[in-house]
């Protein structure tokens, strides 16, 4: 459940991004393109974060549950972003989105594979990699259907004249995405280990090979 909802959460937005800064904030062609740059930033953050606070021997799922926060932050901003018409705003949520994925895909991944037997990490990367992606794919779809969905509502007039905006399909993803996430820190929450104890043990180690692009 707590990989589940934080592949969602942080997912639906993938294919949102762009078209909300052209259409809300009037970012041009190129800015809108630096997105992509900016939020893959933000993922190398994440995970030279992760592994710093994992070298640390804190618990990988506390470091995934940090990952969710920046994810609720990172919302927040964007979706304050459209009122003020702030592109500044709407970068540094970019941003932190990627860095909490970042966060929350290396604490989750770490705490499969501390899960293994013998060995066979293998089994536990592979089911990790099953939730995440068919998560991922699932969100995806829906949040493209949802916008146009309640976009098309709000144009017709059918929501009322306060939320005939261009931006209410966006900011409506954005807060289920938020909803998400919130619901994956209640699921984390009781698999975090209090102390200084690390499920990975001296000798396991991520490689990068390992995380999902």
């Known amino acids: 459940f707590a990989v589940g ?54 618990d990988p799922m506390r470091v995934a549950g940090y990952g969710v926060l920046l994810g609720i932050f990172a919302f927040g901003a964007i979706v ?18 990627g860095a909490g994925g970042g966060l929350f895909v290396v604490g989750t ?24 992606a068919t998560s991922t794919g699932l969100a ?17 007039g059918i929501l009322g004249a306060a939320l005939d905006q261009v931006s209410v399909g966006y900011i409506f993803i954005y807060h289920i995405e938020i909803l998400l996430l919130f619901f994956a820190l209640v699921a984390i929450g009781p698999l975090v280990r209090t102390g200084n104890s690390n499920r990975t043990g001296h000798n396991q180690r991520i490689t990068m090979s390992e995380i999902p692009s």
């Open 109 to 132: 991944m770490t705490t499969a594979m501390a899960m293994t037997r013998d060995g066979n990490s293998g089994i536990a990367v592979g089911a990790w990699s099953a939730v995440y």
């Open 80 to 97: 304050y972003s459209a009122p003020i018409g702030s592109a500044i705003l709407f970068r540094f949520g970019t941003a932190l989105i």
């Open 5 to 58: 909802l934080g592949a969602a959460g942080f997912s639906m937005q993938d294919i949102l991004l762009e078209p909300y800064g052209a259409q809300v904030l009037g970012l041009s062609v190129s800015a809108t393109t630096m997105l992509t740059a900016i939020f893959a930033s933000g993922t190398l953050v994440g995970l030279a974060l992760a592994s710093r606070l994992l070298s640390r021997s804190m």
């Open 140 to 156: 995806l779809g829906a949040g493209g259907y949802l916008k146009d969905g309640v976009s098309s509502l709000a144009g017709s």
